[in-house]
């Protein structure tokens, strides 16, 4: 079994930063991907940014320039940080991460966390 859990959401003012940490463990041989996807009101879940172990995928036009992921080498951590943050970033927010599977190659199964709840005032 694999277990993901975020930390350091909470309340933050509009144009303030927020950083959100995830720490995975478990059955995990090996780490294709790690990232972040949210649910914010009244919109789809989106992912925000992936980090491959080719590079990053940034995927959320409206935080391009204001959120940065990272992510330490080895470990199967991953950070977010988050800057200039704006009302409608509020929501929860969830950790990913991407496994393979060992007997269909190329194959993955993604895991999340149980998220963290992300709230941004005006």
């Known amino acids: 079994q694999v277990q993901v859990v975020e930390y350091g959401g909470g309340l933050v003012q509009a144009g303030g930063s927020l950083t959100l940490s995830c720490s995975a463990s478990?059955?995990?041989?090996?780490?294709?991907?790690m990232g972040w996807d949210r649910q914010t009101p009244g919109k789809q879940r989106e992912v925000i940014e992936i980090i491959t172990n080719d590079g990053i995928t940034n995927y959320a036009d409206d935080v391009k320039g204001r959120f940065t992921i990272s992510r330490e080498n080895g470990k199967y951590t991953v950070d977010l940080q988050m800057a200039s943050l704006k009302v409608e970033d509020t929501g929860v927010y969830f950790c990913?991460?991407?496994?393979?599977?060992?007997?269909?190659?190329?194959?993955?199964?993604?895991?999340w966390g149980q998220g963290t709840q992300v709230t941004v005032s005006s």
């Open positions: 990913i991460i991407d496994l393979p599977i060992a007997t269909v190659p190329g194959a993955r199964v993604r895991h």
């Open positions: 478990g059955n995990i041989p090996s780490v294709e991907a």
